[in-house]
């Protein structure tokens, strides 16, 4: 069994700044990749970052330079530092990770349970 739990989501004010966390746990052999996705009412859900067990990080256009991940291989840990945040930043906000489990022929996508940010005055 592997569990991904969001923490740190709440309502926060235009320009003000949040950090999100996300600690993988179970039968965990490695973490290839983990990220963060949103999903706002009636949209999609999107990539918003996503960062390599090397540290190799990518950003969706619309976050870059305000938002940045880094993460914890020996905790098995992906934050999101989310500065000068925006109404259209309102969403749930989904971990990814992308690992192989005891148990698993192969590697897969794992999800956590989401967490709200909202952004409003």
């Known amino acids: 069994q592997v569990q991904l739990v969001e923490s740190g989501g709440g309502l926060v004010q235009p320009g003000g700044s949040l950090r999100l966390s996300c600690a993988a746990s179970g039968s965990i052999i490695t973490i290839h990749r983990m990220g963060w996705y949103r999903q706002a009412p009636g949209k999609q859900r999107d990539l918003v970052a996503q960062i390599t067990r090397g540290g190799f990080a990518i950003y969706a256009d619309p976050v870059k330079g305000r938002f940045t991940i880094s993460r914890d291989n020996a905790k098995n840990t992906v934050y999101l530092q989310m500065n000068s945040l925006k109404p259209e930043d309102t969403a749930v906000y989904y971990c990814?990770?992308?690992?192989?489990?005891?148990?698993?022929?192969?590697?897969?996508?794992?999800w956590g349970q989401g967490t709200q940010v909202t952004v409003s005055s």
């Open positions: 990814n990770g992308f690992l192989k489990a005891y148990g698993s022929v192969s590697n897969r996508d794992y």
